[in-house]
């Protein structure tokens, strides 16, 4: 069965870090390219960063030199290194394939950017 399972978000201070991990199915992951998506208060849910399972990675503009995200393909468990948050960050993050393959999204994780 899908497993999508996203986890580390919380409350954090403009300027700070936080990490996000995914566990998915092996069924998934070991097939598919995957990727972190996030959805802001009355915005469309878009693509933060994704990586292939050879680990080539790709950033939104919005993002880029500020997060780092990674996978390790034993675990079937995927990263987002997220650094000099700002508010704009504020989110519910979603991990998923990408592109997207199956329709099914996890609880998501809520990242809150806030002093």
């Known amino acids: 069965q899908v497993q999508l399972v996203e986890s580390g978000g919380g409350l954090v201070q403009p300027g700070g870090s936080l990490r996000l991990s995914c566990i998915a199915s092996?069924?998934?992951?070991?097939?598919?390219?995957m990727g972190w998506y996030r959805q802001a208060p009355g915005k469309q849910r878009e693509l933060v960063a994704r990586?292939?399972?050879?680990?080539?990675?790709n950033y939104a503009d919005s993002v880029k030199g500020r997060f780092g995200i990674s996978r390790d393909n034993v675990k079937n468990t995927m990263y987002l290194q997220m650094n000099s948050l700002k508010p704009e960050d504020t989110a519910v993050y979603y991990c998923n394939t990408f592109p997207l393959n199956i329709n099914y999204w996890g609880q998501g994780t809520q990242v809150t950017v806030s002093s």
């Open positions: 990586i292939t399972i050879g680990g080539s990675t």
């Open positions: 092996r069924s998934i992951f070991s097939i598919y390219a």
